[in-house]
Structures are given as structure tokens and as C-alpha cells.
């Protein structure tokens, strides 16, 4: 909901507005567009009043205590607010790298400056109302929340201290990114301050690009053992503990690293709950995971709690979801999350047939072990319902030889000694 992150953009805008007083008063930076701005307000003015002089008006402007860094943090913060809306139209209809560049070099950077500036105070009034009217019962204490979740990981599952080292040397990998991303920014925003060359300004903006391309590469990069942990060894309960220790190095517990992650962990721990409760306090708090995802996550979860009614609650509101962006370039993801949902609503139906054609299909199609694991657990249980005992048998030996510590391993071993009793009557 866009109402959790208006106190986002408040901080935003306030820190924009802080940098242009310290760079206006503080380090008394003069920039020529301001000057000209204040001389056509007092020749303005001097049109309109008999007897005024342009020359001393503009004088007075100058003179006025704090006049200048006050100017300066509006105008910085209007700079700030027009960046924020300019990536907002760029996330919301998915422009592509080339063609937002070619926009910046058009001029519309400076046009998106100008309507930030025009838009600051009603933007301003919006995000604060957006702030003060978020539901009560919403307002969780981030620390809190994060730690009570990890409390309660702990009382049924093991945080495993063997990858905290591992935890530690990603957190410190990702701080020397940010970091570098940090800098890159400050060098764009130096270049539009003190160089006036459009080139110049332009070829900042192009490398800052190419520096958060690569910064945001890497990152991955240094996720992929992270994440490799479950998709490959099938270890949920070492991704959880790897993520509770990356949330403690990098945001000191107050939110969550790999929301969608942490919560598929969750779910092949066989605790729905928790999975349920680390995704809604995701979209309070940031909202990082994609709505597919995130609705996808959730109908899975409510599966595994039974709840028909809400799973056809997350189906619904991914439908709608893709009716509205239609001509977004993860539409055929959206319909895969969907088409996911799907099966989920026909296992509760009892709709096997469609189920079985999904998960061969799903087996077929993914590169990831623990996909086929969980694929191959509900061939194998439907094919144990249809008296298939064979094909049964094959599909939960394979999850409990690739397995590893997803709870469809117990369960699978408690199926073949019963698959074992049948095989020997036929």
C-alpha cells in the first residue's frame, strides 16, 4: 500500500532539504540559477511597484538572514522530489535503461527538477497525510517485530551459529557496496553543482548508472550462497539462520534481507505461520517483495493451513493485479505465480488431474532441486491416492534421497515403509 512509504519520502525530502541549507549556508556554494531566479522575482517586482529598483530589491534578497540556505534547501529538496517522482513513472511503466537515458538527455531531468519544485508542497501534504493515516493496528515496532520473529524461529528450529561467519563477510561485502554506491551518488550530485556542461552532467548520470547496475550485479553475486542453500542443498533451516544473522549485521533486526527467501524457508519447515507473518510484516514495513511473489508465498502457505477461502483470496488478488498492468514485461511471471495458485485452489478441490499435469510440467521445466523435491513429494502423494504405488514409491525415493532438511523428507520416509506393506500384497 503507497501509504507505507510516504514516511520514507518524507525522510527523503527532509534530507534534501538539510544537504541545501549546509551546501548553501554552510559551504556558501553560489549557483548562477538561483541568482537568475531572484533577479527575474525582482524585476518582476519592480514592474509592479512605482518607484522600486530591481538592482536593490535583488540586494535585499540577498541580505535577508538564512534567505540563501533556505532557498537552497527548498530547491534541493524540490530536486530530491522531482527524482523521486521521475523514478516512480520509470518503475510504474517499466521504461527501459536506453530510453530513460535518452529522456535525460533531452532535458526532461531538468524538466522533472521543475515540476518537483512545483509539486513539493502538495507532495508534501500528500505524504504526510499518507503518514498519518496508515492503520493503527499497522504501525508494528519494526525491532520488535523482527526479533519476536526470530524468537519464535528459535523455540521451534535451530539458528545455526555455523553461518554467522558467512553472514558477517556478506553483510561486510554489501556495506563496502553501498558505500561505493554512496560515493558515486555524491560525485553525480557535485557534477550538477559546480560543473554547468550538459555533457559533463549527463556522462555523471551515465556512469552513476552503470556503478548501481554493477553494485546491484554484485549483490546478487554475493547473495547466491545465500540462496543456494535452499534452492540447491535443500537446507531451509541454514537459510533462515544465514538471513536472521544478515538482518542483525545490516539492519541491526529492525527488517528483513530476502523477505521471499526467508519465508519459502518457513514453508518447507512446515511452519505457515511464521512464513505468513514474515510476508505481512514485509509489506508493511518496505514492500521489497513483488506482488506475484508475494501473493504467491502466501497462497502457499494457506494451503498448507488448509484455508481454501484465503488462498482464493491471494488468486483474486493477483488477478487483478495483472488487469492492471498488462503490458508489463513480467507479465508471463505473473501468469506462471498465478497459474501456481491455480493448482493450489484444485489440491483443495481434490481436482488431481490438473494438479498432476502441473507438477509434471513444473518437474520438467525448473533447474532447481528443491522445486523437483517438492514437485516429486506431491506426484508421489497423488499418485499414492489413484493406488499408484510404484510411481508413488520412485517420486518419494527421490525426496528422500535430495531432500535434505525440507520436511517433506520425514514425511516421504513414512510413505515408502507403507509403500513397502502394499508393494509386497500385490
Not at 324 to 347: D, E, G, H, R, S
Request: proline share 2%.
Amino acid at each position: 500500500m503507497w501509504k507505507y512509504q510516504c514516511k520514507r519520502q518524507l525522510l527523503f525530502i527532509l534530507s534534501g532539504f538539510i544537504f541545501g541549507i549546509i551546501l548553501f549556508g554552510i559551504l556558501q556554494y553560489q549557483n548562477d540559477m538561483m541568482k537568475d531566479l531572484l533577479k527575474e522575482v525582482a524585476v518582476s517586482i519592480e514592474s509592479m511597484i512605482e518607484g522600486a529598483n530591481a538592482k536593490d530589491i535583488y540586494q535585499q534578497f540577498m541580505s535577508i538572514p538564512f534567505f540563501i540556505p533556505l532557498l537552497g534547501g527548498i530547491s534541493v529538496a524540490g530536486i530530491v522530489n522531482g527524482i523521486s517522482l521521475f523514478f516512480y513513472l520509470v518503475q510504474k511503466f517499466q521504461l527501459n535503461f536506453f530510453f530513460v537515458f535518452i529522456l535525460l538527455f533531452l532535458g526532461v531531468g531538468n524538466l522533472a527538477y521543475q515540476i518537483g519544485s512545483m509539486l513539493l508542497l502538495p507532495s508534501l501534504f500528500v505524504y504526510l497525510y499518507g503518514w498519518l493515516t496508515i492503520p493503527k493496528g499497522s504501525k508494528i515496532k519494526n525491532k520488535t517485530s523482527v526479533s519476536e520473529i526470530e524468537h519464535r524461529y528459535t523455540l521451534h528450529h535451530e539458528l545455526q551459529t555455523t553461518y554467522q561467519s558467512m553472514a558477517k563477510a556478506i553483510a561486510r561485502n554489501i556495506i563496502v557496496l553501498n558505500i561505493l554506491l554512496g560515493l558515486g551518488a555524491i560525485l553525480v550530485v557535485l557534477l550538477m553543482l559546480y560543473v554547468q556542461d550538459i555533457t559533463v552532467m549527463l556522462l555523471g548520470m551515465l556512469i552513476f548508472l552503470f556503478l548501481s547496475f554493477y553494485t546491484n550485479k554484485k549483490k546478487s553475486v554475493i547473495m547466491q550462497p545465500v540462496l543456494s542453500l535452499l534452492f540447491d542443498r535443500c537446507d531451509p533451516q541454514a537459510c533462515a539462520s544465514t538471513i536472521f544473522y544478515l538482518t542483525k549485521y545490516l539492519f541491526k533486526r529492525k527488517k528483513f534481507i530476502l523477505t521471499p527467501v526467508l519465508s519459502q524457508c518457513m514453508i518447507y519447515l512446515d511452519d505457515p505461520h511464521l512464513a505468513i507473518e514474515i510476508l505481512t510484516l514485509d509489506s508493511i514495513q518496505d514492500k521489497k517483495t513483488t506482488q506475484h511473489t508475494y501473493y504467491s508465498l502466501m497462497a502457499y502457505a494457506y494451503y498448507q493451513l488448509g484455508d481454501k477461502t484465503m488462498v482464493q483470496h491471494q488468486y483474486d488478488s493477483l488477478e487483478r493485479e495483472i488487469n492492471t498492468v498488462k503490458k508489463t514485461p513480467f507479465i508471463f511471471i505473473m501468469n506462471q505465480a498465478l497459474y501456481a495458485i491455480q493448482n493450489k485452489i484444485n489440491m483443495l478441490n481434490q481436482d488431481f488431474s490438473k494438479s498432476e499435469l502441473y507438477y509434471q510440467r513444473l518437474l520438467n521445466t525448473t533447474p532447481l532441486l528443491f522445486q523437483k523435491v517438492d514437485a516429486n513429494y506431491y506426484l508421489g502423494l497423488l499418485a499414492f491416492i489413484q493406488k499408484d504405488y510404484r510411481s508413488a514409491q520412485s517420486a518419494f525415493t527421490f525426496v528422500v534421497k535430495y531432500g535434505n532438511k525440507l520436511y517433506f523428507t520425514k514425511k516421504a520416509k513414512l510413505y515408502l515403509e507403507k509403500l513397502e506393506k502394499f508393494i509386497e500384497q500385490e
